[in-house]
């Protein structure tokens, strides 16, 4: 009986520590839930239809693929842009084990609706959220594979080409 009650109290004293483990597990890898539209539009310092000249990859930071994309301005929306502006935007492809996709790729020649704010660390803007593009036309799902490698939209690199 004594050699029962030893067991039962070392399950009993190491259950909450092997619960808590689980569901931190399950919350860190989870997505968050989307934003509403009024939440996207009210939160937003650029909202604006794109398109995507170029993107490059700027190389690791911790456990992430670092992007940037140069974005024309095709139709503004919100913010202080203009039609044919361009900025930059900045995100991370993060570790494909986690559950869903905690980032919004951008892809040459893709023609996207995207709310973003300014990120003053990175001097560049970033999205929102996850689901905080909504996509007009689609491209390649083509990205860099090199650090500091570009690609650019059909219309410029056809130019550069000739």
């Known amino acids: 009986m004594a050699c029962f009650s030893k067991k039962f109290h070392k399950i009993v ?5 092997l619960i808590s483990i689980n569901l931190y597990t399950v919350t860190s890898n989870a997505l968050p839930a989307p934003l509403s539209k009024e939440q996207l539009l009210k939160d937003s310092n650029v909202i604006a239809r ?5 993107v490059t990859k700027i190389g690791y930071v911790k456990n992430a693929i670092k992007y940037q994309a140069w974005l024309k301005i095709l139709k503004p929306i919100k913010g202080d842009i203009i039609s044919n502006d361009t900025i930059i935007v900045t995100w991370h492809r993060f ?3 986690l559950i869903g996709s905690w980032a919004i790729d951008y892809y040459p020649d893709e023609e996207l609706i995207t709310y ?9 803007y970033k999205n929102i959220s996850w689901n905080s593009a909504d996509k007009i036309q689609s491209s390649s ?6 650090d500091g490698e570009i690609i650019l939209c059909s219309e410029f690199s056809d130019s550069l080409k000739r």
Do not use: A
């Open 13 to 17: 004293f190491f259950l909450p520590f």
């Open 141 to 146: 799902k083509k990205l860099p594979t090199k």
């Open 95 to 97: 570790d494909k084990k």
């Open 50 to 54: 794109v398109k995507v000249i170029g």
């Open 116 to 124: 973003l704010i300014w990120d003053s660390d990175e001097k560049s």
